[in-house]
């Protein structure tokens, strides 16, 4: 019978606040302008074009990702209870 390995109980990332999504969703912004930044004189390759598209298609993603972020943590579903939070719009 195998074991569940063991963790420490402050190792547990699976819900992140707003601060730290908005922080990591920053961190990628900030990678894929700098590969885009990169890409400029790669003009010769066969792909550079699919790779360029590719590129700014997740950067677009992920700038709507930090504004929706942004929105969601100004409503500061936080302090009131998070099972009390309603969310815009609805």
């Known amino acids: 019978m195998e074991t569940e ?3 420490p109980l402050d190792d547990d ?3 992140l606040n707003f601060d730290e999504t908005g922080g990591r969703l920053r961190t990628e912004i900030a990678a894929v302008e700098a590969t885009l930044s ?3 004189g790669e003009g010769a390759e066969a792909d550079a074009g699919e790779r360029r598209a590719a590129a700014e ?3 677009a ?3 709507a990702a930090l504004a929706r972020n942004s929105r969601n943590a100004a409503a500061r579903p936080g302090a009131t209870g998070f099972l009390t939070y309603v969310p815009p719009g609805r």
């Open 13 to 15: 990332h699976d819900l």
């Open 5 to 7: 390995p063991t963790r």
């Open 61 to 63: 993603a992920l700038r």
């Open 38 to 40: 990169a890409a400029e």
């Open 57 to 59: 298609a997740r950067l």
